[in-house]
T-cell receptor, first 114, second 117 residues
Framework: GAGVSQTPSNKVTEKGKYVELRCDPI?????LYWYRQSLGQGPEFLIY????????DSGLPNDRFFAVRPEGSVSTLKIQRTERGDSAVYLC????????????FGPGTRLTVL | AQKITQTQPGMFVQEKEAVTLDCTYD???????LFWYKQPSSGEMIFLIY??????QNATEGRYSLNFQKARKSANLVISASQLGDSAMYFC??????????????FGKGTLLTVNP
């Protein structure tokens, strides 16, 4: 079956603009996660959804970042008033209900803020 | 203090030889899980192997094995019979069970493995 997909694969934007990054998890996976990977670093947790609700958004850096998952499947990470420091690869992962032993990651969206 | 430490920024290995990638971790939680992921240049994180803190035996998955030394808080990845396709970044990660956040992975900075023909 299909894995986690993310669109776009690359996004270049100007400082101050608004961007949306999309994640399509594996069908049937109720848990969805967003991570951010800066250059030379490992991924850092941003937010976790169980179903439609954000169970933990403690990793979001500030209120410019917001994520939704209205129907419990596709999720969108939204960044307002982008800053150059937001440039990174944004990774999405999903896992099956009741197990956190394996998170399946998508290919990521590389965001560049000029 | 960093929760996951990978002290080897880069490693080289000859094809068909074994290589060990180091990982030490820091937690006071008695229940935790340790993971290794591979990230090729395409960017996708590929799950390799998992070790639970209460598992009695070291985890193995094909050519991958995890050398789990609980008292030393180390979880080194051993790749046997290296292949050219093993060249990638390798990340060690931990999930702690306490505080209800048993879903959150904390990653190290990674080790870049290069397999030479």
């Amino acid at each position: 079956g299909a894995g986690v997909s993310q669109t776009p694969s690359n996004k270049v934007t100007e400082k101050g603009k608004y961007v949306e990054l999309r994640c399509d998890p594996i069908s049937g996976h109720t848990a969805l996660y967003w991570y951010r990977q800066s250059l030379g670093q490992g991924p850092e947790f941003l937010i976790y959804f169980q179903g439609t609700g954000a169970a933990d958004d403690s990793g979001l850096p500030n209120d410019r970042f917001f994520a939704v998952r209205p129907e419990g499947s596709v999720s969108t990470l939204k960044i307002q008033r982008t800053e150059r420091g937001d440039s990174a690869v944004y990774l999405c992962a999903s896992s099956a209900a009741g197990t956190y032993n394996e998170q399946f990651f998508g290919p990521g969206t590389r965001l560049t803020v000029l | 203090a960093q929760k996951i430490t990978q002290t080897q920024p880069g490693m080289f290995v000859q094809e068909k030889e074994a290589v060990t990638l180091d990982c030490t971790y820091d937690t006071s939680d008695p229940s935790y899980g340790l993971f290794w992921y591979k990230q090729p240049s395409s960017g996708e994180m590929i799950f390799l192997i998992y070790q639970g803190s209460y598992d009695q035996q070291n985890a193995t998955e094909g050519r991958y094995s995890l050398n789990f030394q609980k008292a030393r808080k180390s979880a080194n990845l051993v790749i046997s019979a290296s292949q050219l396709g093993d060249s990638a970044m390798y990340f060690c990660a931990m999930r702690e069970a306490s505080g209800g956040s048993n879903y959150k992975l904390t990653f190290g900075k990674g080790t870049l493995l290069t397999v030479n023909p």
